[in-house]
């Protein structure tokens, strides 16, 4: 009987640790951008973290979170208002406080299709990528699922890398299996559970942020990189890199509802 589990061990182990160097080292099948199949216009509030006396992390040059927070979202909210088949609104277009209840109406009162809020991790200087992010908790979670799926793959498919220090749980053997259980069971809720398929990458959170746990509609927490990281930090939020992320959120956006 040891032997036999020795030999499960040895199996899930190598399972996981192939799955886990296809998602960082293989190469992206690019594909053509489905047409969006609309009957009506959809409306997408992307929202920026922090802001006014909520400053966030900060970087090694002094880059505040809540000012990178607000000039990705501005850049995604640019790229899908220049889209006739969306209607796009900022939870805050400039540096100041909104609270939670605040973003939540906003999303209420829009009767958004989607929320998307945008943040940066903090952690050591060797971390960097980004993760995709939808909360287990959330009233609408299967279709919070599919967009960060949808989502997740856009952005390997545009070539960003995902968040590596996350991806450590898929080298455990049995990980997501054995805290599905116990949280099905009610032993334990897990905090993170990394999932990937069909090369995306994205996390079932639980209740970690607030506003994708309690938002009405569907919605994914980016957090695009790590603004903690002297490497990671131009790499993701450079002029050119926030524009190259808007095109991947936007693609997301386009999968997500042709697929609706």
Known sequence: MKRILILVFVIVLFVHIVNFMQILFSPVSFYSVPP????????IIIDASKGGSEIGADSPNQILEKDVNLKVAQAIAAKLAANPNFSVFLTRNSDRTVSLDERLKIVTYKKAHTLITITS??????????????????????????????????????????????LISSLIPLYNMTFSFLDMTGIYNPDILTISTNNSVFQLTSGLDPIIQNSPSPAVLIACGYITSISDLPNFYSDENRTKLAIAVEEGLIRYFSEK
């Open 121 to 166: 991790s903090e952690g050591n200087e060797w971390q960097k990528g980004y993760r995709v992010e939808f909360s287990g908790n959330n009233a609408v979670v299967e279709q919070s699922k599919k967009l960060a799926e949808n989502i997740g793959y856009s952005l390997r498919n545009n070539g960003f890398k995902p968040d590596a220090f996350s």
């Open 36 to 43: 969006l199949k609309l009957n009506e216009k959809k409306i």
